[in-house]
């Protein structure tokens, strides 16, 4: 978790990821951002996010981000 709160708070610095549970609908982060964090996550933990996960409930704090990575590792792995 430590690692994605990293790349999160290197895309968006000033951003409590830690506490904030409502990223995109309280206006903290936008679909710019949420590209710019797809394109690390992707490179980072080298998977492939399908457009139809990337919609903003799964980025709507570090948690539902490390979920989304996490579905899609493991479905990599199947």
Known sequence: MERLYTILEGVCPGIDFRNEKALATDGYIDSFDIVSIISILENEYKISIP???MVEENFESAETIMKLIRQL??????
Do not use: G, L, N, P
Request: glycine share 0%; no cysteine.
């Open 51 to 53: 457009v139809d996960s």
């Open 73 to 78: 590792i493991s479905a990599a792995k199947e």
